[in-house]
């Protein structure tokens, strides 16, 4: 079946950029997702791309996709501390539409 | 802003008892969810519908049970509840299509 995976955690210094990496298996992955949650809340869509394009830019965020490689990343520019959360990325391919995630990168802003 | 609604927040019972976790939506949506998610943070999807009188078994064996006779409704019951069951329990609803999910703020549930 398809399989999402991520780095569990990831640290970094308040300022710097952030780079959180996914890797997919499913080569008919339509929509590639990016999700945010935060302690004790349910997840939140950041940004999403289409299997059809190479880069999304939204605001602080920008997300890029190797297809051929099923490599996607989502860097977060000049990261703060409230954006210490954990981010999950998921694919959805064509039929059921249902998104698989991954386990979820833990982002640590240091002050 | 989603407008998905989750009840209780917290729940803490006995063993054998019998739950409902409520979830409700306002959008609209066909397609909704449930998804337990671990200690370790991975989301297991559970049950998921595609509109009213359909529900369907997710990728994770679950005890539970759900029903959707309303659009807006998609409640998950556990008949007796047990310390297995301890987690966080998650919905979420998309249209139809390869929609966004949109996400409640969840249950987390504590079986003594």
């Known amino acids: 079946g398809e399989d999402v995976e991520q780095s569990l955690f990831l640290s970094v210094r308040e300022g710097d950029s952030s780079v959180i990496n996914c890797t997919y298996t499913?080569?008919?992955?339509?929509?590639l997702y990016w999700y945010k949650q935060e302690p004790g809340a349910g997840l939140q869509l950041l940004t999403y791309?289409?299997?059809?394009?190479d880069m999304k830019q939204d605001q602080s965020l920008t997300v890029l996709l190797n297809k051929k490689d099923k490599h996607l990343s989502l860097r977060i520019a000049d990261t703060q501390t409230g954006d210490s959360a954990i981010y999950f990325c998921?694919?959805?391919?064509?039929?059921?539409?249902?998104?698989?995630f991954g386990r979820g990168t833990s982002l640590i802003v240091h002050p | 802003e989603a407008d998905i609604y989750q009840t209780p927040r917290y729940l803490v019972i006995g063993t054998g008892k019998k739950i409902t976790l409520e979830c409700s939506q306002t959008?609209?949506?066909?397609?909704m969810y449930w998804y337990q998610q671990d200690p370790g943070m991975e989301l297991h999807l559970i049950h998921y519908?595609?509109?009213?009188?359909?529900?369907e078994k997710g990728d994770l064996s679950s005890e539970s049970t759900v029903s959707r006779i309303r659009t807006e409704h998609f409640p998950l019951t556990i008949e007796s509840a047990r310390p297995s069951h301890t987690s966080q329990y998650l919905c979420?609803?998309?249209?139809?299509?390869?929609?966004?999910?949109?996400f409640g703020p969840g249950t987390r549930l504590t079986v003594l």
């Open positions: 979420a609803s998309s249209e139809q299509g390869a929609d966004t999910q949109y």
């Open positions: 499913d080569s008919s992955s339509t929509y």
């Open positions: 791309i289409f299997s059809n394009m």
């Open positions: 998921a694919e959805a391919s064509g039929g059921s539409y249902i998104p698989t």
């Open positions: 959008m609209g949506h066909d397609k």
């Open positions: 519908s595609y509109g009213v009188n359909s529900t």
